[in-house]
Structures are given as C-alpha cells and as structure tokens.
C-alpha cells in the first residue's frame, strides 16, 4: 500500500522523473530553484507563491535562491542529509510499501504511554534502535510510543524542540524509510505511536523564514522565544495551512496514531475559530474518519474547554498530577512546586477525582488565576504520569526521582498513577529506575554556544542552591557531547537486581491494569468520582467505571503509619504493603479495591 499527504507547498515529486516545487515569500522579486545541474527561475503564482514544475528524480538535492542572493533550504523539507543549512532532497513517498493495511489504531482507554528521546533511548540513537526494543516495550504493557519531536534540528544532538523544518524527520536519527519502518513494526506488535510536535516556535538557528518570509511571523503577541507564529494576521492564511498540513502530514504519510501538542498555551491565535480547534476539526474529517486517532494537548492554562465534545482533544497532560505527587515524595518548593507544598496530598485528591488541582483559583507561582472547572469530565481526559523529559531534563543535573526520594515512597506513587483511570505515561527507562539522568542538551553552532551554556545556568540563579556561581558551575554544559551521552539509557543494567525488581513491578502493575482496569474504562463517567483526606497524608478517592463498577484507593503518603481508613468496599485489587487491613496503612503504602457492578 502506498501513503502521501499532498502537501501544497515543498517538494512534490509528480512521477516520471519530474517535481513540482513551491516557495512562499513575502519579500522576493525572484525565486529561483538551485539544483546540480544548475538553477531554473520560479514562476510567481497567486499570494507570494513561486511555482515550478522540472525535472527533477527523487533523491535530487535543491535549494532556493532569493533575488538572485542568498540560498535556503526548503522550509517544507522532507529530508536534510547535510542537516538545516544544507540542500533539501526530493523524496517519493510511494517509494514507500506499507504492510499494516489493516491497522487502525486502538481505543484510548487502552493506551498506556511511553515517552522517549530517539537519541538517548538506545546506544545506536536512531530510528532503527528503537524498533530493536519494540518486542521489550509489548513485554513491559505499554501500548503506545510518544516519540520526541522530530523535525530537523540543527547539530548532532537535540531534545527536538529546537527544530526548524517541521517536515524533515531529523537526518541524525535515519532517513524518512528508517521511521516508517519503525511506525509499521509498531503496529504489527500492537503498538500505536504518537509523535511530539512543536508549533509555537521555531529553534534559533536554522529558521531563515524571518528573512524571506516576514509575515511568517508577528510583533503583535509574544512568547517567551520572542515574536509569535502569525496564526491571526496579514498573510497568515499560509501560516495557519502549513502547520495544519504537518499534522495531517505526520499522521497520512507516516501513518501516526496520535499527536502530542507541544505548550499550545504559547500558540496565540485571536481568530474566530482558533487553529487549534481548525485543525482537530480537519484531522478528524481526514483520517480521523476510518481510525483511531489521538489528539493530546500540553497547556499550562489548564483549558478544559479543548477536552470537551467531538473533535477536538482526547485529553492532556495533567502536571497537576505530576507536581503534586513529587512534592509530596520530595518537600520540594521551588518554582511551580509552590503551588502545591501547602498540602500536596490535598491537591492530588483533586486532579485524581476532578482532573485539575487548578480550576480557576489563583496561581502563587504565576501570581494570577490559573485553570477551568474540570470536575465533569472522564477520567480518560487527563495523562497521568510520575516523570516526564521536562520534569527530569528541566533540572540542573538532570535526576530522576528515584534518587529524589525514597524507593517505597516512588513505589506508592507509581501505584497510584499507573492503576488510576487516568491514562498512565512512563518515561523511557523509569521502569527500571534507570541511573542515566536526562540532562538538557543540544548542537548549536559556535556562536550560539556560549550564550545556551551561560543561559542554562543563568536560570538556576534565583534557586537558593545555586546563589554561589562557583555552584553553577558544576551545571553541565548543554553544547558539550558528554551531557549527550551520559543522558543515553544502559540497557545493561536491566539485569542487576535492583533494577530487575523495578521492572517486575512495572510489568506487574501494567498486568493489572490491563486486565482489571482498562476494560472497564469505556464510558466512565465525570462528575461522579470523589475524594477525601485522612489526616494532611491520608487519602481516598473512588470512581464509578463504566460499567459501573467502583475503584476505590487508600494511600499512605507519608513516614508515619496511619489510621482512619473508611472499611473499603469491594475485594482488594492491589496493595504495595501485605499487611494493609483496610482500616490503617503503613507509611508510603497503597491499597486499591475493586467493586464488580453485580456486586
């Protein structure tokens, strides 16, 4: 089976040896198409547009040339061999043959995600190194892989939301064929993959828009990366179609499950109809239609309008949960943590049984209210999760929670997320308490460089612990390969006890979910979950499933056994602690019950 999404814009190779090109400028007299053979003048079309169709096989490499000046690549690249500064490479995507003719994707109360970074995941780095580990990831329950953003990045190294041709699948990690062939093995084991997009933002270097192509971008909103994408002005009807078309693109022509949208609180967009609502719409009027395709926000604003009715978003990323479940394994205060230290086991209560901690109240962290009423929808609306790439990787050093807290206190955590009718998401290598820290890395040119490394450590100054600059110091250089690599995944230690017993435990909690849990997730209802404090450490929540059974949790999140328990109904389902008898937990202790609605 052949896929393409035809993209109006770029390189679209036609067949018989010819291509079609397009370029957008505002600014350009004449556009001419670079090739080896030489270079060809562009035909101006309608709204800025230079046309061209030549001949041109795939594999041929081309750049655009600008009033006779400077030469770009193309912003709609699907390939950069010699990376962001170099030519384009026209690709056929028939080239392609798609064996997963029957794959049509999976509910979403079945997913249980895993986030990884192509680069550090496995010691290859690449495309191929995570197919390798596919029959792993099954063995371990996760059902879906939430890949890092991809798009074309300038340097060796990158988290990925630097990236500046969002079309290219970054050259460092293998070619256009080495994804799809990663997307199709995915999908015959089971798996779905979902794939991290960014449209707030372009990296700093390699994005020559601003030079030809000025309304690409506006002076009237502001995002902490300077000017904002142009999603509601002059010219922004281009804009607007170039981002649709790369989330059509993604999911048409590499036959993606699912997108996960990077900070959209940063995407400022006054329109009638905001882009993020136009493109739900046409992603579920395209290939939404015959299968299952997940849309998933991450939004500081705690929007829950974008999670409400048909079409728009499945569910988003619940910080909420994440803050309030660290904070209490760690007492930390910093920062967004200070939003939660008064009482965190208060504020998990809240995100486990409305969605949000925040809806509405004021943020002592932002200084201003933050949040919508969340309380009325599915539990399936919110991901749910103990660690994720920002919440490690935005640290000075890069730790992972299990050196943060105490082994039993991480173990109740993780029993709490990965059993609770939220959708659950794993971090890559968590689930054998991996030693590797994720540190904050990248590839800039020199520079840039100096300016990242001295900024990196710029931005812990206001944190107590990092006052002395002789300790900033210590923070490593994000431009040096070392924080690369010391960031890759040991596969290795897997077998070493320790580690071996933290990934039967994972394996043992996804088990359960998966039998327990998840079949009884379709039509579970909002508005109908509850909970209730024992103590300032003590909680209960329960929820009604959708086949009307009742989950109910008990947790001990504290150093101190404690009693006060309500008698749980229903027969015990899981407890981290044997000697749990439903009245008095141990410290850091779980104990989840389930009720069969023929009970």
């Not at 556009?31 to 041109?56: C, Q």
Request: charged content about 25%; glycine content about 10%.
């Amino acid at each position: 089976m052949k896929r393409r999404h035809d993209i109006p814009f770029g390189a679209e190779y036609l067949g018989d040896g010819q291509t079609r090109f397009s370029f957008w400028t505002t600014v350009a007299g004449s556009v001419d198409l670079v090739l080896k053979r030489g270079t060809e003048p562009m035909e101006r079309g309608d709204d800025g547009i230079f046309i061209l169709a030549t001949e041109a096989a795939p594999g041929a490499r081309y750049r655009y040339r600008v009033d006779g000046g400077q030469e770009f690549p193309d912003p709609a690249s699907r390939y950069q061999p010699e990376d962001v500064h170099g030519p384009s490479v026209v690709i056929d995507p028939a080239a392609f043959d798609w064996r997963d003719v029957d794959w049509k994707g999976s509910p979403w109360r079945e997913t249980v995600l895993y986030e990884l970074h192509v680069g550090t995941f496995s010691p290859e780095g690449t495309f191929a190194g995570v197919e390798e580990r596919l029959d792993y990831l099954v063995d371990l329950g996760v059902t879906a892989i939430e890949l890092m953003p991809l798009s074309d990045f300038p340097g060796r190294y990158n988290w990925g939301y630097d990236g500046v041709l969002p079309f290219a699948p970054d050259s460092s990690h293998g070619t256009p064929e080495n994804l799809k062939n990663l997307v199709q093995a995915a999908h015959g084991r089971g798996l779905s993959v979902f794939l991290d997009v960014v449209y707030n933002h372009f990296g700093p270097e390699g994005n020559y828009l601003p030079v030809y192509a000025l309304d690409f971008f506006t002076e009237r909103h502001e995002t902490p990366w300077g000017a904002a994408i142009n999603f509601d002005g002059e010219g922004s009807n281009y804009v607007r179609e170039f981002f649709i078309h790369n989330a059509l693109y993604w999911l048409e022509e590499y036959h993606m499950d699912g997108l996960r949208l990077d900070a959209v609180h940063a995407i400022k967009d006054d329109s009638e109809k905001h882009l993020l609502v136009e493109l739900a719409e046409r992603i579920r009027s395209g290939p939404g239609r015959d299968r299952h395709i997940h849309l998933v926000l991450e939004n500081e604003e705690n929007q829950s309008s974008l999670l409400r009715g048909e079409g728009l978003y499945e569910a988003q990323w619940n910080d909420d949960v994440h803050h309030a479940l660290h904070t209490a394994l760690t007492g930390e205060d910093a920062s967004y943590y200070a939003d939660y230290a008064d009482a965190p086991v208060r504020h998990l209560g809240r995100c486990l049984a409305e969605g949000f901690a925040y809806q509405g109240e004021p943020s002592r962290h932002r200084g201003d209210e933050r949040g919508e009423p969340s309380a009325d929808l599915s539990p399936a609306s919110f991901v749910a999760f103990l660690q994720n790439h920002d919440q490690i990787g935005n640290r000075a050093f890069g730790e992972r929670i299990t050196s943060l807290a105490s082994p039993e206190a991480v173990r109740a955590a993780t029993a709490i997320y990965l059993l609770s009718p939220q959708v659950p998401m794993l971090f890559m290598g968590e689930e054998w308490a991996a030693s590797a820290p994720f540190l904050f890395f990248c590839d800039f040119e020199e520079d840039l460089t100096p300016l990242v490394t001295e900024g990196r450590r710029e931005e812990f100054a206001k944190f107590p612990e990092f006052s002395d600059p002789a300790t900033r110091e210590r923070i490593p250089d994000p431009s040096d390969e070392k924080t690369f690599v010391s960031s890759k995944l040991d596969w290795q230690e897997r077998e070493k006890s320790e580690h071996a017993e933290w990934l039967r435990f994972y394996r043992e909690l996804l088990a359960l979910r998966k039998e327990k849990i998840a079949p009884r997730l379709a039509g579970a209802p909002g508005g109908e979950a509850e909970y209730r404090l024992v103590g300032e450490r003590g909680l209960e929540a329960r929820w009604t499933l959708g086949d009307g059974s009742i989950l109910t949790l008990f947790a001990n999140l504290g150093d101190e056994p404690l009693g006060g328990f309500e008698k749980a109904a229903g027969d015990p389902l899981y407890a981290t602690d044997t000697a749990v008898d439903g009245s008095e937990l141990s410290a850091w202790s779980v104990a989840w019950y389930l009720r069969s609605n023929d009970e």
